[in-house]
């Protein structure tokens, strides 16, 4: 959902929660795409210009997929970062 066709937001209760927000390495590891996500989630609970009363925690996207045959990959392709 875009900042732009966000309508109404959710009930107040949602205030001072917990927020788990999970991205990938390559998003993790850019201030300016990180600045994006988190503008968006803000904006889709409902507070598009602030975060106060909210629990926000990023972490990284470590989910695996096993196939058939028992092969396991990343579900999400992650960019060596070190």
């Known amino acids: 959902m ?3 066709g ?3 937001g959710p009930p107040n ?3 001072g929660r917990e927020v788990n927000i999970t ?3 390559g ?3 850019d201030i300016n795409e990180m600045n994006k996500v988190l503008k968006n989630v803000m904006t889709q609970l409902g ?3 602030c975060h106060s009363g909210f629990d926000v925690r990023f972490r990284q996207s470590l989910d695996f997929v096993v196939s058939p045959k028992g092969d396991v990959a ?3 392709p992650q960019p060596f970062m070190g």
């Open 2 to 4: 875009s900042n732009d």
């Open 6 to 8: 966000f309508m109404g």
């Open 13 to 15: 209760t949602w205030t």
């Open 23 to 25: 991205v990938p390495a």
């Open 27 to 29: 998003v993790l590891g």
């Open 47 to 49: 507070h598009p210009s």
């Open 74 to 76: 990343s579900a999400i």
